[in-house]
C-alpha cells in the first residue's frame, strides 16, 4: 500500500491513509468514537479505552500491525485495523463515521487492508460481525467476505454472539 488511496464521488473525495506511530493521538480519538457510536459492534468498550496511555494506543501502530484512516477534506471518517493473529490477518475495529456512511470510505478502508496484507504475502483475511450487525455484515459480503460458518461469543459479553467472515486473497499481489 502506497499510504494513500482515493476515490471520486459525486459530493466528495475519500482518501486512505496508513497511520504512523506518530498518530498515536489520531487513533485513540477515532476509536473513541467508534465505541461511543457502536459500542455493540465491538468486543471492548468505551470505559476500558478511555483508560488506555499514549504507550497502549502506539502499541496498535507496531510494525507488525496495520491502522488506516479514512478522510474526507481535512476531515478523518473512518478506520480499520488489521494485525496478524495465530498465522491469519485479521481486519479489526472498523468504524465509518455516521455521516459518511455510505459513500464508499469502508471499501476502500478494507481495500487498504486487502492491499497491506497482500503486501506481506498474505492470502486470506479474516473478521468477526456481531449478530444483528447487518449493515457491516452488508458491506463486508458487497467486498466479497463470506462468511465461515465459525461463531463465537463475543469476548467479555458471553451473551452476545459474533460470526467470522473470510476473504481470500488471489495469490501474487493485491485484487
Not at 471520486?8 to 467508534?34: G, H, I, K, M, N
Amino acid at each position: 500500500m502506497n499510504g494513500r488511496l482515493a476515490m471520486t464521488d459525486d459530493s466528495s473525495t475519500v482518501v486512505v491513509r496508513l497511520l504512523t506511530p506518530a498518530d498515536w493521538e489520531l487513533l485513540r480519538d477515532l476509536r473513541l468514537q467508534a465505541l461511543a457510536d457502536a459500542p455493540e459492534a465491538f468486543a471492548s468498550n468505551l470505559e476500558r479505552e478511555q483508560a488506555f496511555g499514549e504507550q497502549d494506543w502506539r502499541r496498535r501502530l507496531s510494525p507488525g500491525s496495520a491502522n488506516v484512516v479514512a478522510w474526507v477534506g481535512d476531515v478523518p471518517v473512518g478506520i480499520a485495523g488489521c494485525f496478524l493473529h495465530d498465522g491469519v490477518h485479521e481486519l479489526v475495529s472498523m468504524w465509518v463515521h455516521p455521516s459518511a456512511r455510505g459513500g464508499g470510505a469502508a471499501a476502500l478502508l478494507i481495500d487498504a487492508i486487502r492491499s497491506w496484507v497482500a503486501d506481506r504475502g498474505g492470502d486470506r483475511l479474516v473478521l468477526w460481525v456481531v449478530e444483528g450487525n447487518d449493515r457491516a455484515e452488508r458491506a463486508y459480503r458487497r467486498v466479497g467476505f463470506e462468511p465461515t460458518g465459525v461463531e463465537q461469543p463475543v469476548p467479555g459479553r458471553p451473551s452476545d454472539i459474533e460470526r467470522e467472515f473470510a476473504l481470500d486473497l488471489p495469490r501474487g499481489g493485491p485484487a
